[in-house]
């Protein structure tokens, strides 16, 4: 059995070398002062300043560009565009350089042909538009994040305070708020139909919500962690949840093998082995209170070093503020979402519900607002490889030791 | 599920204790002006004594949003009337979330325009909100019912011919208002230079409290200006570290020469003056 599965290993990865082999000697390069003019859907939300527009959109698979526009033309999420003109290179304060096109000749602003996806997006708009006209602009986007991960409208100084705070994969459409939403609609369902058919149910539930949520790579890859952690928890079969971890980052591998590069990706697959693998070790302590606070420890201790390498910086106070704010999350996620549901059939019930959110949205600010301001960060130029590879090498050495251990209480 | 019946009652709870502390922190009956701490712009927020909104213009970005948030009742989301002094983007831009954000009943402004893109969205916000461009001229007076009365003095109407609309030199175009509730009168100024000033100083007379015309600039007013109305306090909306030099020395050294306490945005935050009728105090961050 061991031998048959390190074979297939073995060819897993040899297969996904050639493709990635083959992916990236087939791509475009490009440089400063070239014409191009290319075909994309504008993915993200553009940002309005007094005299333009600016907004990011994929050139290709591998690579962005920011668009920089007049405000003539109204850009919005989810639009297919033509779009040429000379590229561009500017200098980010991060010491990186992206491709820029300023004012860009745009065609054919046309939406979103395709019914299921034009509806989703008039539903997600609609949702933003009924939380902005009842919320105050913090407090309302700050509940679309929670709930949709939604946070292309908050205030840019609540924004860096969530960062500086540590609190940021809250507002990120991450595998938790997918898990939360699959095993809330498992925890409802299941009280009323057949296990089977809950798991069916919760999972179509969880891909609605993608959609929802803006079917970005970034969401999908998120879903597709979530379902597998969901599906590990409700089948309680965690030993062969490495294996299915594995063969699904692989396969998402092969199909988008862009993310090879992708913090992101890296992200999710660590946040999500961690959420699978360390919470074991916390059964004792496990209850409806720590359980959220428990997931998210695990996934901050196996994404630490890509956090660090990416963002710079990795707040101490995190672990308290997030202790402190997140059993909000769970009662603001079905606050949320049922005043998103009445929004669409009785305007009076969905600000209800928006009201009843205020409170833990305030607690959730205030606690922010308080912690950023004694911000005790920890600031890294640059991370070294091999602290990464030494504290993953020690992160499963302890997962492997404790586990040993704990089957071993097991079997005696 | 008990947990989140539980969590519900509390949050009630709480949002109980919150409207009745708001309500009663808000709704006092008297007369509140707020002048935003937006940047370099303009935002000023009034509340009447019964309780209705104003908003004088939206200041250069989203932050007369925090402004309202911080003055408004969180139940409280419509705009009684919004007052555009003229149609500059540092007066504008912030207006463009307002009218996504709340319920506006009415809109005034110059009968100036622009061909700005912020303007062409502007004009399309408040077309979605199904409001129409209305025009004030000098001795309009919009009476809130309440002892409240905002008396328009400027721009006059024979200042335009009766088809044409004010393109360019709009700042001298402004409306400039008189509020006033009971014995306290407030003369808020727009982007008009000191030649408005002057012409409009005897109508304005003696008042307690003004809005620096034109965030402090040079042009801005005149030691006859400030000899007529005689101010108590003043107050200036400007941003810090401005890229024009905003106030200018010669402003400060005229309003200090006139013995007017003066207060500033950028050094003070959001300035707010509460008034009774015949006292008012004033409170700054």
């Known amino acids: 059995m061991k031998g048959s599965l390190i074979i297939f290993y073995v060819f897993l990865i040899t297969i996904l070398i050639l493709r990635l ?15 191009i003019s290319f075909e994309t859907q504008i993915l ?12 990011y959109v994929n050139l290709d698979k591998t690579t962005k560009v920011l668009i920089r526009t007049d405000l003539d033309r109204q850009l919005n999420y989810g639009d297919y565009v033509k779009v040429s003109g000379t590229l561009d290179t500017i200098l980010l304060s991060s010491g990186g350089t992206i491709f820029t096109l300023n004012n860009p000749e745009i065609e054919a602003n046309f939406r979103e042909n395709n019914p299921f996806l034009s509806s989703v997006y008039f539903i997600r708009q609609k949702i933003i538009d009924n939380f902005n006209s009842s919320l105050d602009p913090v407090s309302s986007s700050l509940l ?14 609540f924004l860096d305070k969530i960062q500086i705070t540590g609190v940021m994969h809250v507002v990120a459409a991450s595998g938790m708020n997918v898990t939360m939403v699959s095993g809330f609609l498992f925890y409802l369902l299941g009280s009323l139909l057949k296990r089977q058919f809950a798991i069916a149910l919760s999972i179509f539930g969880v891909i609605f919500y993608t959609a929802l949520a803006g079917f970005e790579p970034s969401i999908i890859r998120a879903a597709i962690m979530g379902i597998l952690v969901f599906s590990a928890q409700v089948l309680g079969r965690q030993q062969y949840s490495l294996n299915t971890l594995l063969i699904t980052g692989a396969f998402m591998l092969f199909l988008w093998p862009q993310f090879v590069t992708d913090t992101g990706f890296a992200l999710s697959f660590t946040a999500t082995a961690g959420i699978l693998f360390i919470p074991l070790f916390f059964q004792k302590v496990k209850n409806s209170f720590t359980e959220v606070f428990i997931t998210t420890t695990s996934a901050q201790i196996a994404t630490l ?44 019930a969905a600000v209800l519900f928006l009201y009843l959110s205020l409170p833990f949205l305030y607690f959730f600010e205030q606690t922010v607002y308080l912690f950023s301001e004694l911000g005790v960060v920890v600031t890294f130029d640059n991370v070294p490889w091999q602290f990464s590879a030494g504290y993953y090498l020690l992160l499963i050495s302890i997962i492997l030791f404790l586990n040993k251990k704990n089957e071993k209480v097991f079997n005696s | 599920m008990k947990k989140y019946l539980i969590l519900s009652i509390l949050s009630l709870l709480i949002l109980t204790g919150l409207f009745f502390y708001q309500n009663a922190k808000i709704n006092d009956g008297k007369l509140h002006l707020v ?37 408004m009742p969180f139940w409280d989301r419509t705009i009684d009337l919004i007052v555009l002094t003229h149609p500059d983007a540092d007066h504008i831009t912030g207006l463009v979330s307002v009218l996504e954000r709340y319920n506006v009943l009415h809109f005034v402004t110059s009968k100036t325009t622009k061909t700005t893109a912020i303007y062409k969205k502007f004009l399309n916000a408040l077309e979605k909100e199904g409001l129409e461009l209305k025009y004030v001229f000098a001795k309009d007076r919009i009476d809130f019912g309440d002892g409240t009365v905002s008396n328009i003095i400027w721009p006059d109407s024979s200042l335009f011919n009766s088809k044409q609309i004010r393109e360019s030199g709009v700042n001298e175009y402004s409306v400039i208002q008189l509020i006033s509730y009971g014995n306290f009168q407030a003369l808020l100024t727009g982007d008009a230079g000191s030649l408005v000033m002057d012409e409009i100083a005897k109508d304005a007379g003696d008042i307690d409290i003004l809005k620096i015309p034109h965030h402090g600039s040079k042009t801005g007013m005149s030691d006859y200006f400030l000899t007529e109305i005689k101010p108590e306090a003043a107050v200036i909306s400007v941003g810090a570290k401005n890229r024009y030099g905003h106030p200018t020395q010669f402003s400060l050294d005229l309003l200090s020469k006139h013995n007017v306490k003066t207060l500033r945005t950028d050094k003070n935050g959001e300035i707010e003056i509460v008034t009774t009728g015949p006292d008012y105090e004033v409170y700054s961050n």
Request: charged share 15%; aromatic share 14%; with cysteine.
């Open chain 1, 21 to 35: 082999h083959t992916f990236y000697s087939n791509q475009k390069t490009y440089t400063k002062g070239q014409e």
């Open chain 1, 44 to 55: 993200s939300f553009p940002k309005t300043y007094t005299f333009y527009q600016t907004v």
């Open chain 1, 144 to 157: 679309l994040g929670i709930v949709f991960g939604i946070k292309e409208n908050m205030p840019k100084d």
């Open chain 1, 305 to 348: 070093p890509i956090l660090i390498g990416a963002f710079g910086s990795f707040s101490l106070l995190s672990i308290l503020v997030n202790a402190l704010v997140l059993w909000t999350i769970p009662v603001l996620m079905i606050l949320g979402a049922v005043a998103a549901f009445f929004g669409f059939i009785f305007k009076p």
């Open chain 2, 35 to 71: 002048v935003c701490d937006v940047g370099q712009g303009d935002a000023i927020y009034l509340k009447t004594p019964s309780g209705k909104d104003i908003l004088v213009d939206g200041g250069p970005n989203d932050s007369v949003l925090n402004c309202l948030t911080n003055n």
